[in-house]
């Protein structure tokens, strides 16, 4: 049986990923001498990808030995030449991808399976015919000046109605000028990372937090401290007090992936140890719009501008193929800031900054939003349902106040790679918190589950296979 997944967000090149996978299950010994691959024809079109894809992967392939073709025959895999060279403690089959497209099963799509995958809004209500129309007016009234280079912090159009926008929805205190664009939260999370750091780095991060972060902090030097989180967030009552770290990296808003709101009195606490220790405070907020029970809760930001940079993205809120986030900076971070963004990608993409720009500014992103917040919220309320009519008191619901996924608490079961692996051949996927956390024999009984992409019926199919596989345990 033959697993891998490509994911079409990641900027790795398709056929790269392709080979990847390819020879990463060779080299474990999923894949063994004589075993035929799938036809470029057959596999192109399962992926939806064009043929010169597989063949450029297939070439790779061919080219440093793992693979032969037998004319009349197929491709295969060299027979005589391979042996396993990694032994995995878990099998790559069982692996589970943190953020990859569907998996592909025997070179085909399993167009069934239900992915609970989290940080997904829905991806069919994106206001496509309003988006084409604003992006057809700006590509034909654009000056020419538009068309050319940009500067690093991005569009002062965009700028502008983001530190509008910013103040009276978040609380955040800012100038224009205190703003850069990015190319998604990622790329702003690793600017952070790369104009705060330097040398030995002691860095404060919440325990459990996104797993990407725990790469892409761990430069050279940086040393991160976990500092356990509950319901209600980061325990500031924890903060180490024998170390001055370059940043704490918070997300107060919507804990992820637990799901607490820091309260106010945390919020003091940490503002005050940072300037104790000269500190900065790197708040992540990339989903509090969607806060069902009332408006969404001030920024930390907007208590000490100086201290705090602030990340955003309209992943969530619109799309992840948008690629746009930001950064708001204090005034002492802003040459340097602009500096590392230039040396990246020059700049963000200028169109659809100004597409963007327009779409804020005219009340739709607003209107956008409102609309969303009802249907995640219905959607919400069914999966809290689904979860109680299939587990009871079995299961335990928490970090369900704002967002796009919560986290469901099983005791007494422990969501390892095995379990994971039979909950998916059950055509289901569900994504372990463990996975995010330094401590993780304390997550082992939870999941994140995502809903904002799925409709009603297909949250209740998925809910009834995760019942079913569960109930083999």
């Not at 939260?185 to 952070?192: D, E, G, N, Y």
């Not at 500092?227 to 997300?251: C, E, H, N, R």
């Not at 659809?352 to 995640?376: N, T």
């Amino acid at each position: 049986m033959m697993w891998t997944a490509i994911d079409r967000t990641s900027g790795t090149p398709l056929f790269r990923q392709i080979y990847e996978a390819f020879r990463q299950r060779i080299l474990h010994g999923e894949l063994q001498g004589g075993d035929q691959l799938p036809s470029t024809r057959d596999l192109a079109s399962s992926l939806q990808v064009s043929r010169t894809v597989i063949v450029e992967a297939y070439e790779q392939l061919l080219a440093e030995g793992y693979i032969e073709g037998r004319r009349g025959s197929g491709t295969f895999v060299a027979e005589g030449t391979l042996l396993p060279l990694i032994e995995p403690s878990v099998p790559a089959a069982r692996s589970v991808p943190h953020d990859s497209q569907p998996l592909i099963r025997d070179g085909l799509v399993n167009p069934d399976l239900v992915d609970f995958r989290h940080g997904i809004p829905a991806l069919d209500l994106f206001p496509k015919k309003l988006w084409g129309d604003l992006a057809k007016r700006i590509c034909t009234e654009a000056s020419p000046e538009a068309f050319g280079y940009g500067r690093p912090e991005g569009r002062h159009e965009l700028r502008g109605v983001l530190a509008r926008y910013l103040r009276r929805s978040r609380g955040v205190v800012c100038e224009p000028e205190q703003l850069l664009v990015t190319t998604g939260a990622t790329q702003a999370i690793s600017l952070v990372a790369k104009l705060l750091l330097n040398g030995k780095s002691d860095v404060l991060v919440e325990d459990p937090i996104t797993s990407d972060i725990h790469t892409m902090f761990s430069l050279p030097g940086a040393k991160l401290h976990p500092i356990p989180v509950d319901d209600s967030g980061m325990i500031t009552d924890l903060l180490p007090s024998d170390i001055s770290p370059k940043f704490v990296y918070v997300t107060p808003s919507h804990q992820f992936p637990i799901g607490g709101l820091l309260p106010i009195q945390r919020r003091v606490q940490l503002i005050q140890y940072a300037a104790r220790t000269g500190s900065y405070i790197v708040e992540d907020d990339y989903d509090s719009e969607f806060r069902y029970e009332g408006a969404p809760v001030s920024s930390l930001q907007g208590l000490d501008p100086e201290r705090v940079v602030y990340i955003g993205t309209f992943s969530k809120i619109l799309s992840p193929a948008l690629r746009m986030g930001y950064i708001v900076l204090p005034a002492s971070l802003i040459e340097r800031a602009r500096g590392l963004k230039w040396l990246t990608d020059l700049h963000t993409p200028s169109l659809e900054q100004l597409i963007l720009a327009e779409f804020i500014e005219e009340g739709y992103l607003d209107r956008h939003i409102a609309k969303m917040k009802k249907l995640y919220r219905k959607r919400r309320d069914f999966l809290i349902r689904q979860l109680r009519h299939s587990f009871g008191d079995a299961v335990r619901i928490l970090g369900h106040s704002t967002g796009i996924h919560l986290i469901a608490e099983f005791a007494g079961i422990s969501f390892t790679p095995e379990l994971l692996s039979v909950i998916e051949e059950n055509g289901v996927r569900v994504y372990p918190v463990a996975v995010h956390a330094f401590r993780r024999d304390v997550q082992r009984h939870r999941i994140i589950i995502g809903y904002g992409n799925l409709s009603e019926s297909r949250i209740e199919e998925g809910i009834r296979r995760l019942s079913a596989s569960l109930k083999k345990e």
